[in-house]
């Protein structure tokens, strides 16, 4: 039997590497999906921070609004904190002035733009590169496109997860009510006549109804008329109290449903427009309130109700030691919510000889087992722990030689794979010593050369500030004897940022003085630049043909350049020889990786990466960060 056979036998996990289609980080305009003609499409580089893979949001454009109005309303933002596919259809039967046709026509599955919206969601869960988590799909939209979203999460509750009406007239109202006097609806009713023989699928669903306070074109009775209606088709009762959400002049005010299954927002000083928030523009597009998909993305994430949120028992300190002819394996082994219910201990050699055991954890969360006598050879063994409702903790597997060692071989590599995410890249893989006296396994990266971390047969080594383009990767294991084995990996680095001419030069990509070739072809719109390497061992910024290119400078890796984290600075940290200060809100600290958050949902606490220093203001406070390393980060100004 091979070394691999053995490692599929002691069922060591390898990782994969996922496939991510060519627009990540991007977006596609006008594209056609879904019996849509025109489809704009957001595709992160980062995954859902729950179940697999990614959520999809449908966002469906207002009436007069053309669906280029959404490639400045910062849903980039939301798509990528949040690992969130965005698609952005035009309609295809619209009415009135432009309109999603919400009051005419039959509501169902088969009609019209209804068929067209589940046809969409089909395609794009059908394409394994948008790596669409079938229970996470949402869709919204902004007045009449609130009220077709409505109606569209109603029609079809088993598809949608959750659903965004924002400044919305009620399903089933007329066209007149939209900019007339409120015009009464029983919301609850309609929704599940319109779910039908789906309305079981109403009982996991989840809504957020939002208007902004100073809409003077639709109605503002709607919201809490759509609120306590889906309130209502769900069951639910409203909590007391309110919330306050964002800080200083961008605000809004929240209300709450049991179990999250409703919030209801007032977007304060926002007009009949999305709310895109600091920096959003374009027809309806107002800029003066929150960033409501970056509302949504957290919202849908934090009270999604489908999916499976029981985390796998944990193990620990596993190890496994021969005396005389028999293995001892023992280890620790718990449980976040439930109780560890098996632990289960697998022994292969390579001749194929396998030896099942099965153990149950001790009040003070060990277990050991001990094996049958084994003959001499060098055995692999696997741990599971398995709770009390079937999750499966990860595979813990380690070799371990029963008898004298054989002569000195040097350590083999196998199913080494390289996964590139933005500027980071990861190599996994498995290695395997015969005489078990491995050393390292280092993995040097265009950045450096480091120890990646071995846990049994597995290891694994992350870089990131990686220069873009084409790059090689070598992965050495060295034993304690000094012998060694190596392989190389190629991969290809999308150190893409997407921002205006202005932003760009605002975070040093580029410079005037190709300023006017940059303007005449992209004007005041976003577009993509990639850090290529240059002459001498420095970089530029330049966009797909090298037609607008910027100034050389040391490569982003190096200290200075580097990615977007949407605050207009370029959050790399600077030479280690001098001090990098950025201020901005906290949200963009966390992104850019200064700070993270913790604690209460709705009004989180900040903290410094590294020092843990405190930031006051919640997610959209402002704050002052610095650091001398690019690692550690401090509150306050460069001493």
């Known amino acids: 039997m091979t070394f691999k056979n053995a490692l599929r036998v002691a069922g060591t996990l390898l990782s994969v590497a996922l496939a991510l289609p060519a627009q990540a980080g991007s977006w596609q305009q006008n594209v056609a ?53 965005v698609a ?134 709607y919201n809490r008329q759509n609120a306590e209606g889906m309130a209502g088709a769900y069951g639910v009762n409203e909590l007391p109290g309110s919330n306050l959400l964002g800080s200083g002049s961008r605000t809004a005010e929240e209300y709450l449903w049991q179990e999250g299954r409703v919030s209801m927002i007032w977007l304060n000083g926002v007009d009949h427009s999305w709310s895109g928030g600091a920096g959003a523009s374009g ?33 620990s300190s596993v190890s496994a030691t021969a005396s005389g002819s028999q293995l001892l394996v023992t280890g620790n082994a718990t449980d976040a919510e ?11 050699n390579n001749n194929g000889d396998n030896y099942q055991y099965s153990a149950f954890t001790q009040s003070d969360d060990s277990f050991s087992v001990t094996s049958a006598t084994l003959p001499d050879e060098l055995y692999f063994v696997t741990v599971t722990a398995s709770d009390d409702v079937g999750a499966v903790s990860e595979a813990s597997t380690l070799s371990v030689r029963v008898g004298p060692p054989p002569p000195p071989a040097a350590p083999v590599l196998s199913d080494v794979l390289v996964d590139a995410n933005g500027q980071c890249a990861t190599v996994t893989g498995s290695v395997y010593d015969e005489n078990q006296d491995l050393n390292a396994v ?68 580029l410079d005037y003085t190709g300023y006017s070739t940059c303007y005449l072809e992209y004007s005041t719109n976003a577009f993509k630049l990639t850090e290529q390497t240059h002459s001498g061992g420095m970089c530029v910024w330049q966009d797909d043909d090298a037609s ?25 940290g600077g030479d280690p020889a001098t001090c990098a200060e950025y201020t901005t809100a906290n949200y963009y600290h966390k992104v850019a990786g200064r700070a993270y958050s913790t604690g209460y949902y709705y009004a989180p606490n900040y903290f410094a990466s590294g020092s843990d220093d405190p930031l006051a203001g919640s997610t959209w406070g402002t704050s002052t ?9 401090f509150a306050g100004n460069c001493p």
């Open 442 to 509: 280092e993995v040097a990266f265009a950045t450096g050369t480091q120890n990646a971390v071995v846990d049994g047969l597995s290891f694994s080594a992350e870089a990131c500030d990686l220069p873009g383009g084409v790059q090689t990767i070598t992965v050495t294991a060295i034993d304690a004897s000094g012998l060694s084995s190596n392989t190389q990996l190629s991969v290809d680095i999308d150190a893409g940022v997407i921002a205006t001419l202005d932003e760009h030069i605002s975070a040093g990509r």
């Open 88 to 221: 952005v259809p035009d309609a295809m039967n619209k009415a009135g002035f432009g309109c999603w046709s919400y009051w005419q026509g039959a509501k169902s599955r088969t009609a019209g733009d209804y068929a067209n919206i589940l046809s969409l969601v089909s395609s794009m869960k059908a394409n394994s590169g948008y790596a669409i988590d079938e229970d996470q799909v949402y869709v919204a939209g902004l007045s009449s496109g609130a009220a077709f979203a409505n109606t569209t999460a109603c029609i079809a509750p088993d598809v949608f997860a959750g659903v965004g009406v924002s400044a919305g007239p009620s399903i089933g109202t007329s066209s007149s009510g939209a900019i007339g006097s409120c015009e009464y609806a029983d919301v609850a009713t309609r929704c599940q006549q319109y779910a039908g023989s789906y309305s079981g699928s109403l009982s996991d669903q989840i809504a957020s109804i939002a208007h902004g306070d100073a809409d003077t074109t639709v109605d503002t009775c």
């Open 33 to 85: 999906v879904g019996n849509f003609n025109k489809v704009h499409v957001y595709t992160p580089d980062s995954l859902s921070p729950i179940g697999q893979g990614r959520s999809l949001l449908v966002v469906l454009h207002g009436c007069t609004q053309s669906i280029d109005a959404y490639l400045s309303a910062n849903l980039e933002q939301a798509a990528e904190s949040y690992g969130m596919v």
């Open 548 to 572: 607008c290119t910027g100034p050389a400078q040391a490569c982003s890796g190096t200290g200075s350049g580097g990615g977007d984290d949407g605050s207009g600075d370029d959050g790399s």
């Open 338 to 348: 439930g109780y560890v219910d098996t632990i289960d201990v697998q022994i292969t």
């Open 283 to 315: 027809s309806y597009v107002s800029g003066t309130g929150i960033n409501y998909a970056m509302y949504l993305g957290e919202y849908f994430s934090e009270n999604n109700k489908r999916v499976d949120r029981n985390q796998p028992p944990q193990l």
């Open 625 to 633: 960060l610095y650091s001398t390393d690019g690692r550690v980060w």
